[in-house]
Each structure stands twice: as C-alpha cells, then as structure tokens.
C-alpha cells in the first residue's frame, strides 16, 4: 500500500479514533450508572422519610393522653348554727369511680340538745338533702337506711355537747353544676338552710 493511499484510508479506521470512541463511550456509561445509582438512593431516602413520618404520627396518637379523671377537693369551712345541733360543712371531694362522678361530703354535727341526753345522732336533729339543678341526689352508701345504722355516721348515737364526724356519698349528674346541701332541723321552729358549693375546677 502506498503512502497515498494510506493517507487516504478512512479516519474511523484509524487506531487513535477507536481509542478516543472507547474513552468516550466508557465515560457515558459511567456517568449514567452513577446517576441510576443516585436516582436509586433518592428514592429510597423519600420513602424512609415517609416511614419516619408515618412512624412519629402513630407515636403521637399512641402517646396521646386518656382524658384526665376529675379528683379534686374543695375546702367549705362553713358553719351553720341551729337551735340544738351546730354542723360544719368541711369538705366535698369530687371523682370519677368507673362511669360515675361521686362526692364525698365531709361534715361535722355537733350534738347541743341536753335535755335529749347522749344519744342523739344526726339522723333524729335534721332531714339532709343534696340535689343538684332540684334534682335529689342519690347516697350510694345506703348512709339514711336505718337497717345500715351500726355502719352510718348519720346514726352514730353523739353526747351532748359532744362533735362527731359525718362523711357522706353522692352520684351527681355531672362535675359543672353547683350542689346544694339543704339541712331542715326536725324542730319544726326553725327554716331550712342551704349551702351551695361551686364543684368547677
């Protein structure tokens, strides 16, 4: 072959064109793995972010509280004076105990008939009553059953001159509306009296 005729011989048949197309060529098909690669990790970052956030929203509603129970105590201190027994409004508690909301209602009942002698209870000087919007309440306890009398504060036989403590309780209706304790001394002399106590938190 001439000279000539090798300076005429195509230049895609020439070595230093293959080498360059070789170059290329493996360029490209790295690029593109790489790029397949980085698109594949992608992928797989979002849906892990979309696990992290589906995990921390079900933490969350597994973290939610359960309503809080009410449980809370007021203090009355209020003191009502008839004409032969004192008592004294100290307490009402209020709390939920399954599906009810009870209060507990803590007095004491101070015996000044000293003609009646030492065995007056609280069951013979007044009728007591607890309502709630006019509503009698129920005492869970059987307190005012007589058959219960050995077991209830209200039939406990008090000295004269002397204080026992009277605890007492009642399912209310619900935990917003005020309760009324309505004492109606069986004297017959005297009216009736009403504490009212605001249950609200």
């Known amino acids: 072959m001439s000279k000539k005729e090798k300076a005429k011989?195509?230049?895609?048949?020439?070595?230093w064109f293959w080498l360059i197309a070789i170059i290329v060529i493996s360029?490209?098909?790295g690029a593109g793995g790489e790029e397949e690669k980085v698109e594949g990790n992608t992928s797989k970052k979002v849906e892990n972010t979309v696990q992290t956030e589906n995990n921390d929203n079900k933490e969350e509603g597994e973290k939610d509280p359960k309503p809080k129970k009410k449980n809370f105590t007021i203090d009355i201190n209020e003191e009502l004076n008839f004409k032969l027994f004192d008592v004294v409004?100290?307490?009402?508690?209020?709390?939920?105990?399954?599906?009810k909301i009870l209060a507990d209602i803590k007095m004491k009942y101070?015996?000044?008939?000293?003609q009646y002698g030492d065995t007056k209870t609280f069951f013979v000087s007044t009728l007591f009553d607890v309502k709630q919007n006019n509503v009698d309440l129920e005492e869970i306890n059987n307190a005012w059953d007589v058959e219960n009398k050995n077991r209830s504060d209200v039939f406990f036989p008090n000295?004269?001159?002397?204080?026992?403590?009277i605890k007492l309780t009642y399912e209310l209706k619900n935990s917003e509306t005020p309760i009324d304790l309505i004492?109606?001394?069986t004297t017959e002399t005297e009216?009736?009296?009403t504490v009212t106590i605001d249950i609200t938190e």
């Open 191 to 193: 009216g009736t009296e």
């Open 27 to 29: 360029g490209i098909i």
């Open 110 to 114: 101070t015996n000044r008939d000293y």
């Open 9 to 15: 011989k195509p230049f895609f048949k020439k070595w």
């Open 183 to 185: 004492f109606t001394p």
């Open 159 to 165: 000295a004269a001159g002397g204080t026992t403590g």
């Open 89 to 99: 409004v100290e307490k009402v508690k209020v709390y939920e105990k399954g599906n």
